[in-house]
Every structure is written in C-alpha cells, then in structure tokens.
C-alpha cells in the first residue's frame, strides 16, 4: 500500500492531465477534412483543416469547441496556414468555445484545395 501510496502522490505532483473535446463545424464549413481539440495541463491545442466554404475567402466564424478545452479569457493568435506558408490567420478563441478566423496576410484562398490549415495552442 505505502507503493501505491507514494506513486498516487507522485503522479499527482507531476502528472498532466490531458482532454479530448468535440468540436462543432459551423453550417457554412461544408467541406471540413479534420478536427482535433485538445487539452493537457494549462495547455489548449488545435489542429483544424477544412476548404474555404467561398473563393477569395477572408475568414469568420469557423465552428465551437464542445467541452472542457475553453479558454478562462478570449485568446487571439496568429497562425501561420499549414497549406501555404505566406498565408497568416489571426485565430480568436472565446470563452464560449466560438472559433473564428481572420486572413491577415497572404493569397485569400478558393473554394477547393489546398485546404486551409490551422495548427496552434493556447493558454486555457
């Protein structure tokens, strides 16, 4: 019992804890190709990959974390598009989960592929 006892204390001093959530395509993303949202520690992550819903587009709201992986305050990111290097997104997280995207800079892309690819972490 004293092992068993010393690795609970172990790994609750030096554990993470790690979430898996939903997240929830917004209606004008039709053609979305993956999603992964994800927590461990104070640490939130996503990997979101989907067609531009129009061509030349410039962003807006692209779906909802569903879950535990919420921000405590709005977070706001620049993500560089796994897809195309010169193109930047400024991605907003709200507390409510709402993603929603905005093109910075670079080529607006079509409504075909590439896909647009967004990679990133936030503070929880």
Not at 60 to 66: D, Y
Not at 72 to 87: A, E, F, H, P, Y
């Amino acid at each position: 019992n004293d092992v068993t006892a010393n690795e609970q204390n172990y790994a609750n001093a030096n554990g993470t804890c790690s979430t898996v959530c939903t997240f929830t395509w917004a209606s004008n993303i039709t053609n979305y190709i993956s999603s992964t949202i994800g927590t461990s520690g104070t640490t939130g992550s996503f990997a979101l990959s989907f067609v531009a819903p129009t061509h030349g587009y410039t962003g807006g709201t692209i779906g909802t974390i569903v879950g535990s992986c919420k921000p405590s305050v709005q977070r706001t990111l620049n993500v560089t598009d796994g897809s195309n290097s010169s193109r930047v997104w400024q991605v907003t997280i709200n507390t409510s989960g709402s993603i929603s995207i905005t093109l910075l800079s670079g080529p607006a892309p079509t409504n075909s592929y590439p896909p647009v690819v967004l990679n990133g972490t936030y503070n929880m």
